[in-house]
């Protein structure tokens, strides 16, 4: 019965890498925008699948939420509402961005393929196994670590969100001459 | 054998819920044309039938036989996924809602929720989002500038509701405890949540009917304006699926009301299931009558609402009820 379960974890596990890995090949050649939105859509969903196998589901739900749900809305709603989708291409094939964008890409995949095959280690191990968290609740787990051990980090992280807010608030804000 | 029971059980409740929603479903567009009939003085459909109870199943042929049309500007494969996508997450919001107590069938313990997972209600909120790019996307692939506007008006009244929606079930979370649905059923037993959390409730209805755009916050096809705004251009079984996924997302989230803030499946003498419909109904009854009564709201208006005043309530309303549960009151 393990042996049945592990290998259809395996299973969903290499689908939702490749949708992935796919969608988010189609997302960056896209013509449309739009049309890359919705592949970025596709990839939060296949990256929240392989969050939901590493049983942290409160991640792979607020992922959905925030990233797929929320953040992809706005993005298009910015898309439609500047009517980048049928002005957008490029003027020239060959250009100086794509050429140092190209050269970027390759670097950070030569960098990745040397981790993956020197480093051999599989990580460090946390104190929360999957037994303790089915025990504690995901959810729980995640609150008592983010509102206990880290809520520096958590605390500066929001404060660095509301700067942006008001910057966007006094940026969009109308002058009185 | 024991997982080959499970898996039949499964699928074999699946099944039944979405035939029996579907069947709700059909008959909420009744309810609605009815009863917005009645307070409009006049009969409402009744000629299919004794008093028009073959309305819906006439419906669902005509628009089976009508034209699909798809119009040359649309963007094809959006224009066809958008109604899909729609009824997707309306059908599956309610996969987390429990709709009664335990039963035992065939000598098996029966849990009445399809899926019973830790973090129920952050599913619902988020499942609730991607309904609403079906009108966004649907606009937009329409290739209609009519459509074009409901979908923006779509997606800018989303991101404004979502957050007094996120923000008005925390209350709940914190008196239950729990992100689990049937958890929170649970801690409502001898006292439902709409009499602890009173404020909650209200800003959940007003952010629940902008999320379903329904009156006064039907901006993304107000009709006389936008003609129809984002399914302006769809015909057919397409529109049909609009109108489904539509009625059905009004039925989830009355479900999701009833759930969090009126008990739920619990109640007196009566089964869990029937609780439970009774109390989806009176919820879906609200929503018809206030569709009745107020008039569309200005589009600006709807904005201002949302970011001035519901959210800095929304907020309060999340202190002042933690400050309260600390403290012991509640």
């Given at each position: 019965?393990?042996?049945?379960?592990?290998?259809?974890?395996?299973?969903?596990?290499?689908?939702?890498?490749?949708?992935?890995t796919?969608?988010?090949?189609?997302?960056?050649?896209?013509?449309?925008?739009?049309?890359?939105?919705?592949?970025?859509?596709?990839?939060?969903?296949?990256?929240?699948?392989?969050?939901?196998?590493?049983?942290a589901?409160?991640?792979?739900?607020?992922?959905?939420?925030?990233?797929?749900?929320?953040?992809?809305?706005?993005?298009?709603?910015?898309?439609?509402?500047?009517?980048?989708?049928?002005?957008?291409?490029?003027?020239?094939s060959?250009?100086f961005?794509?050429?140092?964008?190209?050269?970027?890409?390759?670097?950070?995949?030569?960098q990745?393929?040397a981790?993956?095959?020197?480093?051999?280690?599989?990580?460090?191990?946390?104190?929360?196994?999957?037994?303790?968290?089915?025990?504690?609740?995901?959810?729980?787990?995640?609150?008592?670590?983010?509102?206990?051990?880290?809520?520096?980090?958590?605390?500066?992280?929001?404060?660095?969100?509301?700067?942006?807010?008001?910057?966007?608030?006094?940026?969009?804000?109308k002058?009185?001459? | 054998?024991e997982?080959?029971?499970?898996?039949?059980e499964?699928?074999?409740?699946?099944?039944?819920?979405v035939?029996?929603?579907?069947?709700f479903?059909?008959?909420?567009?009744?309810?609605?044309?009815?009863?917005?009939?009645?307070?409009?003085?006049?009969?409402?459909?009744?000629?299919?039938?004794p008093?028009?109870?073959?309305?819906?199943?006439?419906?669902?042929?005509?628009?089976?036989?009508?034209?699909?049309?798809?119009?040359?500007?649309?963007?094809?494969?959006?224009?066809?996924?958008?109604?899909?996508?729609?009824?997707?997450?309306?059908?599956?919001?309610?996969?987390?809602?429990?709709?009664?107590?335990?039963?035992?069938?065939?000598?098996?313990?029966?849990?009445?929720?399809?899926a019973?997972?830790?973090?129920?209600?952050?599913?619902?909120?988020?499942?609730?989002?991607?309904?609403?790019?079906?009108?966004?996307?649907?606009?937009?692939?329409?290739?209609?500038?009519?459509?074009?506007?409901?979908?923006?008006?779509a997606?800018?009244?989303?991101?404004?509701?979502e957050?007094?929606?996120?923000?008005?079930?925390?209350?709940?979370?914190?008196?239950?405890?729990?992100?689990?649905?049937?958890?929170?059923?649970?801690?409502?037993?001898?006292?439902?949540?709409?009499?602890?959390?009173?404020?909650?409730?209200?800003?959940?209805?007003?952010?629940?009917?902008?999320?379903?755009?329904?009156?006064?916050?039907?901006?993304?096809?107000?009709?006389?304006?936008?003609?129809?705004?984002?399914?302006?251009e769809?015909?057919?079984?397409?529109?049909?699926t609009?109108?489904i996924?539509?009625?059905?997302?009004?039925?989830?989230?009355?479900?999701?009301?009833?759930?969090?803030?009126?008990?739920?499946?619990?109640?007196?003498?009566?089964?869990?299931?029937?609780?439970?419909?009774?109390?989806?109904?009176?919820?879906?009854?609200?929503?018809?009558?206030?569709?009745?009564?107020?008039?569309?709201?200005?589009?600006?208006?709807?904005?201002?609402?949302?970011?001035?005043?519901?959210?800095?309530l929304?907020?309060?309303?999340?202190?002042?009820?933690?400050?309260?549960?600390?403290?012991?009151?509640?």
């Amino acid at each position: 019965m393990i042996g049945i379960g592990i290998g259809f974890k395996w299973f969903i596990f290499v689908v939702a890498a490749l949708v992935a890995t796919g969608s988010s090949l189609m997302m960056v050649t896209r013509k449309n925008p739009i049309h890359s939105a919705l592949w970025l859509i596709v990839t939060f969903f296949s990256v929240a699948i392989l969050y939901v196998l590493l049983n942290a589901t409160f991640i792979a739900v607020a992922q959905v939420m925030v990233y797929a749900g929320a953040i992809m809305m706005l993005v298009l709603f910015v898309i439609m509402l500047i009517h980048l989708e049928w002005g957008a291409q490029w003027t020239s094939s060959r250009s100086f961005a794509k050429l140092m964008g190209g050269i970027i890409t390759i670097m950070l995949f030569l960098q990745i393929l040397a981790g993956v095959f020197t480093y051999s280690s599989v990580g460090q191990h946390g104190i929360y196994s999957a037994q303790k968290l089915a025990e504690l609740g995901n959810t729980r787990a995640v609150g008592g670590l983010l509102y206990g051990k880290y809520v520096f980090a958590f605390e500066v992280a929001s404060i660095l969100l509301l700067v942006g807010i008001v910057g966007a608030v006094l940026l969009a804000r109308k002058r009185k001459d | 054998m024991e997982a080959v029971y499970t898996l039949i059980e499964m699928v074999v409740k699946n099944i039944v819920v979405v035939l029996v929603l579907m069947g709700f479903v059909a008959y909420t567009t009744l309810l609605e044309r009815k009863l917005l009939g009645r307070l409009q003085v006049r009969p409402g459909p009744n000629r299919v039938g004794p008093f028009g109870l073959l309305q819906p199943l006439a419906d669902g042929v005509k628009s089976f036989f009508k034209e699909d049309i798809i119009p040359d500007e649309a963007d094809k494969t959006i224009y066809v996924l958008a109604p899909g996508i729609s009824l997707f997450a309306a059908l599956s919001m309610f996969a987390v809602i429990p709709f009664g107590g335990t039963i035992t069938l065939l000598g098996r313990e029966i849990n009445l929720v399809i899926a019973n997972i830790d973090t129920g209600l952050l599913y619902l909120l988020a499942m609730a989002t991607l309904g609403e790019y079906g009108v966004v996307l649907g606009g937009w692939a329409s290739g209609n500038k009519y459509g074009v506007l409901g979908a923006l008006r779509a997606a800018a009244q989303m991101i404004s509701y979502e957050v007094a929606l996120g923000l008005a079930v925390i209350g709940t979370i914190i008196l239950a405890g729990s992100l689990n649905l049937g958890e929170i059923v649970a801690a409502q037993e001898g006292m439902w949540f709409i009499v602890k959390y009173p404020f909650g409730f209200i800003f959940y209805l007003v952010a629940g009917l902008a999320e379903i755009n329904r009156t006064p916050f039907d901006m993304p096809e107000s009709e006389s304006e936008l003609a129809c705004g984002f399914n302006i251009e769809y015909s057919s079984m397409k529109f049909a699926t609009f109108m489904i996924a539509e009625y059905a997302h009004m039925f989830t989230v009355a479900s999701i009301v009833t759930t969090l803030f009126l008990g739920g499946w619990m109640g007196p003498w009566l089964p869990g299931p029937v609780w439970f419909l009774i109390k989806v109904f009176a919820v879906i009854f609200f929503f018809i009558w206030e569709r009745g009564t107020y008039p569309r709201l200005r589009y600006d208006h709807i904005m201002q609402f949302g970011w001035k005043v519901l959210l800095p309530l929304t907020l309060l309303n999340v202190v002042v009820t933690a400050a309260l549960v600390a403290l012991g009151v509640l």
